[in-house]
């Protein structure tokens, strides 16, 4: 299902200098990315995977560079699509196994993950259910966000009460105050 690429040239700290390109290496510091660098070497697509010798495996939504050193490698469809955001997030998820068995004494590698099975979910006529990871993925992060909107609420239901804003009411100034301001462009002036 999926192709490994390498990179082509050995980028190293002193290419690093914040222009063009994302560089990944491996690890779980910043998902890898350690800066831009506009070093001749080869860039690979956004809508692919990177995973590295520890076994960590992340989406890339943008293009980036990969340094050789540290092993890290790209994984891309075989019919050469791009993976969705949250078709790619499905598949990190379901290589999130590989961290806990590769280390730097095994290093994860295309060799030793490309025969390793995973459950992916499939159509009623035996294809891979592409539309129902997208979906997955999707309700899985509103589900997230509902979460985290409650938490802030109740978080700030708590510093209302602490506070003994609960029951504030606007004075006649205040409301005149928020017109004004709002009229005004945002305290901006005119």
């Known amino acids: 299902m999926f192709k490994s690429q390498n990179g082509d040239f050995d980028i190293q700290q002193k290419h690093i200098n914040g222009r063009e390109t994302f560089v990944v290496s ?48 790209s ?20 290589f999130g196994f590989f961290k806990k068995i590769f280390s730097y004494n095994d290093m994860a590698s295309w060799n030793k993950i490309k025969d390793i099975e995973i459950s992916l979910p ?42 003994g804003l609960t029951d504030y009411k606007l004075t006649a100034d205040d409301r005149q105050f928020l017109s004004d301001y709002y009229a005004g462009g945002g305290g901006g002036g005119g």
């Open 26 to 73: 491996s690890g779980e510091t910043n998902s890898g990315v350690i800066g831009k660098s506009d070093v001749e070497a080869k860039v690979f697509p956004a809508g692919t995977i990177t995973v590295d010798m520890f076994g960590y495996a992340y989406y890339r939504g943008h293009d980036y560079k990969m340094v050789t050193h540290a092993r890290v490698f």
């Open 75 to 94: 994984l891309s469809l075989k019919d050469g699509q791009n993976l969705s955001r949250e078709i790619g997030l499905y598949f990190v998820v379901q």
């Open 122 to 163: 499939v159509t009623s006529s035996g294809e891979i259910d592409f539309a129902y990871m997208e979906s997955y993925i999707r309700e899985l992060e509103i589900a997230r966000i509902r979460e985290l909107e409650i938490a802030r609420i109740r978080e700030l239901e708590a510093y209302l009460k602490v506070t």
